[in-house]
């Protein structure tokens, strides 16, 4: 909401352009397009953290209120649906926005969307600027594998695979998980940023360390390795000190991920 330009206001040249007044109402009256909630000013950081989660309801409410007035002045009904800045989100956040009559809340937690899907905590697929009409078709096309019969309450993922399962919920991963030397590596993002997981990363010594009790340490550490821009991680090492229990399903080709 505070991000919107004034028509003809100069915008910097080496960012993304934001949309007008003018231009928002354009796309609205279309009926082709309809315009959600990203927060009025809470697209930021308070001590290391997005604000929305520092945030107390009433505070968010408020913030949700300037929103409004911004929709009203340009025209727009109250919006109905919240893309949670930076995807992050907790209890407070997500029942302010049910106070203020949301119905749609989206993460960035990729995949796709289902009739079952919770709706205040929905996946999302980025579309880049560069996207071609091949590549969206290309996004938009479900090829998820079928999840196995009876892991349905358990973290699912497969060497190969970019599809992993959570709670029996398809979530996509880029790059796919792969074996290096009999260990089975997945993206660090898949377990920060879609199950939520609290770890240090170091990038300058590609490293991860978190704060557990784990064989006798108080902090364990290891290093991550690179693979097409991302950092990978071991899978049993980082789940076992997130408490889970890890197995692997040779008939199947899958590793689990369970809370005893």
């Not at 993206?187 to 879609?194: I, K, S, V, Y």
Request: hydrophobic share 40%; glycine share 6%.
């Amino acid at each position: 909401g505070s991000k919107i330009v004034e028509d003809g206001q100069a915008q910097n040249p080496n960012a993304i352009a934001k949309l007008s007044f003018n231009q928002i109402k354009e796309m609205a009256d279309s009926g082709l397009v309809e315009f959600g909630n990203h927060t009025f000013d809470a697209h930021d950081f308070i001590n290391g953290k997005p604000c929305l989660l520092s945030m107390c309801k009433d505070r968010i409410s408020l913030d949700f209120e300037q929103v409004n007035e911004v929709f009203d002045e340009i025209g727009l009904l109250k919006p109905r649906s919240i893309a949670y800045p930076y995807g992050k989100f907790n209890d407070v956040s997500v029942k302010a926005a049910e106070t203020n009559g949301y119905k749609l809340g989206f993460t960035v937690s990729k995949g796709f969307v289902y009739q079952d899907s919770p709706p205040m905590t929905l996946n999302r697929i980025i579309i880049p600027p560069d996207t071609t009409p091949d590549k969206f078709r290309a996004l938009l096309q479900d090829d998820s594998p079928a999840l196995p019969a009876g892991f349905e309450k358990s973290v699912i993922v497969s060497p190969g695979s970019d599809t992993a399962y959570v709670m029996g919920r398809p979530l996509l991963l880029e790059p796919a998980p792969v074996i290096v030397n009999g260990v089975t590596l997945a993206p660090l993002d898949f377990f920060t940023e879609q199950l939520g997981w609290d770890v240090i990363w170091d990038p300058i010594l590609y490293q991860v360390a978190m704060k557990v009790a784990y064989e006798g340490q108080a902090l364990l550490s290891f290093t991550a390795y690179p693979a097409e821009g991302k950092a990978m991680v071991p899978i049993r090492t980082l789940a076992e000190a997130m408490g889970y229990e890890v197995k692997w399903h040779q008939k199947e080709k899958i590793v689990e991920l369970k809370k005893p």
